[in-house]
């Protein structure tokens, strides 16, 4: 168990980790124009890390998502992808639904 | 200041059928509970929301401290984790930009930048009168945002009612909606190509290298798409 003081230096550093790409963001945007080459690359990029951070989230997740088997998470997920597209894009339906299929699916 | 009309018409994307409240909520329950976990106060696990506002980098440092990590380990492992937040700003704020909106918009509101503002900002944008986008994207930041700290709070304070498998379910939330919503995007070449990269290779890097996968995967398979993309529409 961490102590309160090393806990707050934590969230501290956690928070300066990530500002710090959005306030670099928000400055490089301001040199960047939407119809110039280099804006159509970082949108490429952007999607991609987004992606790539989700496939990861998938494939090895962290926290408490780990305890559930891979073959588990990829049938919910495919099985939601597939009832969004089925619902004209809904976001809700499909996103309640993975919550309680894979609540019942882990228990098997 | 800011236009109260817009504001309110980003605010209201909270609502609806493609509202991401509900999986913000759920995976910010989930964090909430985990960080009571971890040893955080309810006090700390608020902070952790309000100041870092980003699920990955949050997971990362509970992680950390959990295995009792140095601060400066966990400040460049979430760095890294939460380096996407660049590419994802440089490739939103350009369409944001008004000449006659002043700078602190931008450099307040970078902190709203999520993957779900994201994805709503880009799929909205287009709708909104050039001059006011600005605070169309505050509105959706606020809205997103404080839904992220008060279920923070309702995950800490109820971390003891809730069971193993409810957490599970509640984390798998978050990357459903969030691939929904890529699927939602993928309505040119390059995106598409972008996205099923990114996917494939996230992943496969992560056995190579855990740190660096996400920046490596999307800097290969987002130059790929540009390269291949042809004339990108977003």
Redesign the interface.
């Known amino acids: 168990?961490?102590s309160?003081q090393?806990?707050?230096?934590?969230?501290?550093?956690?928070?300066?980790?990530?500002?710090?790409?959005?306030?670099?963001?928000?400055l490089?945007?301001?040199k960047?124009?939407?119809k110039s080459k280099v804006?159509?690359?970082?949108?490429?990029?952007?999607?991609?890390?987004?992606?790539?951070?989700?496939?990861?989230?998938?494939?090895?997740?962290?926290?408490?998502?780990s305890?559930?088997e891979l073959m588990i998470?990829l049938i919910?997920?495919i099985t939601?992808?597939v009832i969004?597209?089925f619902t004209k894009?809904?976001?809700?339906i499909?996103?309640?639904l993975?919550?309680?299929f894979?609540?019942i699916l882990?228990?098997f | 200041m800011i236009n109260p009309k817009t504001f309110f018409q980003g605010l209201k994307s909270l609502k609806g059928?493609?509202?991401?409240a509900?999986?913000l909520g759920?995976c910010f329950i989930?964090l909430g509970a985990?960080l009571k976990d971890?040893?955080?106060?309810l006090q700390?696990s608020a902070?952790?929301s309000l100041?870092?506002?980003?699920l990955?980098?949050?997971?990362?440092?509970?992680?950390?401290?959990?295995v009792?990590a140095s601060?400066?380990n966990?400040?460049?492992a979430?760095?890294l984790?939460?380096?996407?937040?660049?590419?994802?700003?440089?490739?939103?704020?350009?369409?944001l930009?008004h000449k006659s909106q002043p700078?602190w918009k931008?450099?307040l509101s970078?902190?709203f930048?999520a993957?779900s503002s994201?994805l709503i900002a880009k799929d909205s944008y287009k709708k909104i009168d050039k001059k006011h986008r600005i605070d169309f994207w505050i509105g959706i930041g606020m809205g997103t945002w404080s839904t992220a700290i008060i279920m923070t709070v309702v995950g800490y304070l109820s971390a003891d009612y809730l069971n193993?498998?409810?957490?599970?379910?509640?984390?798998?939330?978050?990357?459903?909606?969030?691939?929904?919503?890529?699927?939602?995007?993928m309505k040119n070449l390059?995106?598409s190509?972008?996205?099923?990269?990114?996917?494939?290779?996230?992943?496969l890097?992560?056995l190579i290298s855990t740190e660096w996968?996400?920046?490596f995967?999307?800097?290969?398979?987002?130059?790929i798409?540009?390269l291949f993309?042809g004339k990108?529409g977003?």
């Open positions: 168990m961490a309160s090393l806990i707050i230096l934590a969230i501290i550093a956690t928070s300066l980790a990530t500002f710090i790409s959005r306030f670099m963001g928000a490089t945007s301001e960047v124009s939407v804006f159509q690359w970082f949108n490429c990029v952007a999607y991609s890390t987004l992606a790539a951070l989700l496939g990861r989230m998938i494939i090895f997740p962290a926290g408490v998502l305890d559930s998470r919910v997920l939601c992808v969004f597209i894009k809904n976001l809700v499909p996103t309640i993975s919550a309680i894979l609540s882990n228990n | 059928s493609r509202s991401p509900i999986p759920a989930a985990l971890a040893g955080f106060n700390q902070a952790s100041f870092t506002y980003a990955p980098g949050q997971l990362v440092m509970a992680e950390s401290l959990l009792g601060i400066i966990i400040f460049i979430v760095w984790v939460n380096f996407r937040l660049y590419p994802m700003t440089v490739s939103l704020f350009p369409l930009e700078k931008y450099y970078c902190h930048l993957v994201w193993k498998d409810m957490l599970i379910g509640l984390a798998i939330v978050n990357p459903v909606y969030f691939f929904c919503m890529m699927i939602g995007a390059s995106v190509i972008a996205v099923i990269g990114g996917t494939i290779l996230g992943p890097i992560y996968a996400l920046l995967a999307g800097l290969v398979a987002g130059t798409a540009f993309g990108n977003k």
